[in-house]
């Protein structure tokens, strides 16, 4: 029989014996350990430990968890024991700009990112054929002042009757609610079209062009009440030119906002990313 794979992933006060605590307990159940990250912040004294393994077919979490049940007690743990047999399950919204949705259903098409598309929602009907193409259920949900608050109320239906793992904002144009951020903390992953926490706001691309830098970028990162500074997952830069026009940065910020994108989402998908107060341990 096949065996299952899991992951575990785990932070709390560094100590002296985490590490074997942990491992004997699984090595007891005849799990093997596939791969192994760990880290310890120095600044606040946390310990942070990623653990994929494999178990015996038909042993269930239920049974890991209270294996691993004195372990968690003596350290004072939090942690999570995801089954990698069950694929995230992932609600994507977009607004105009399709180019990140694209290369995100791509990714999936091919088998890089092993996750489940459930629904797009946007504010525009401009995906609803990407949507029809890839048989993905559509949601066209406007939003204005006075139905923001409604929108918002779908949105949440939407990820509860699904069971969403994660929404994705694959450059949707619009700002979500402190109450929606809040509630979604850790399960809502952006991509912001610049290098934050540079040229903020409205046409990054043009604000870099005046400024005539050389470096332009994109930042995945999950989506806090604060605007655009959520904790950090993934970043990417490319060097440009003053021989570049403004045209020129949105095509190359393009290629690297889809692919920052996908990679935070992938990261995300296979537990490799751990909160760290405002920051994030991202092992890759």
């Known amino acids: ?11 709390c006060e560094d100590r002296p014996g985490i590490v074997a605590s942990v491992t004997t307990e699984l090595a007891a159940r005849d799990a093997n350990i596939a791969e192994s990250n760990q880290f310890w912040d120095r600044q606040t004294g946390q310990f942070f430990m990623r653990l994929a393994f494999n178990a015996a077919m038909g042993t269930s979490r239920e049974v890991l968890e ?7 007690a003596r350290f004072g743990m939090k942690t999570q024991l995801v089954n990698q047999a069950s694929r995230p399950r992932i609600v994507v919204m977009v607004s105009k700009f399709d180019h990140v949705l694209l290369h995100l259903l791509y990714q999936i098409k091919v088998g890089w990112l092993d996750a489940e598309v459930v629904g797009i929602v946007s504010n525009h009907e401009d995906a609803r054929s990407i949507a ?3 048989n993905i259920p559509f949601h066209y949900w406007p939003v204005s002042r006075d139905t923001k608050a409604e929108q918002e109320a779908l949105v949440m239906d939407l990820v509860q009757r699904e069971n969403i793992d ?3 904002l694959a450059r949707y144009m619009q700002v979500l609610s402190d109450k929606l951020s809040t509630r979604l903390f850790g399960q809502i992953i952006n991509i912001h079209h610049s290098f934050l926490p540079s040229f903020k706001g409205a046409k990054p691309y043009h604000q870099a062009h005046d400024r005539g830098v050389k470096l332009i970028g994109a930042t995945a990162h999950y989506v806090t009440p604060a605007l655009d500074e959520g904790p950090i997952i993934e970043q990417e830069t490319a060097r440009v030119s003053h021989s570049m026009s403004a045209e ?6 393009r290629d690297i906002e889809a692919r920052v ?3 935070a989402v992938k ?9 760290n ?4 341990v991202v092992f890759g």
């Not at 299952?4 to 932070?11: A, E, I, M, N, R």
């Open 261 to 263: 994108l996908a990679r």
């Open 66 to 72: 209270l294996a691993l049940k004195p372990s968690v």
């Open 166 to 168: 994660l929404v994705v």
């Open 267 to 275: 990261l995300h998908c296979e537990n490799r990313v751990m909160l």
């Open 1 to 11: 029989m096949e065996p299952q794979s899991f992951v575990l992933t785990l932070s």
């Open 132 to 134: 029809e193409a890839e």
């Open 277 to 280: 107060g405002h920051k994030t």
């Open 248 to 253: 020129d940065l949105v095509a190359a910020g």
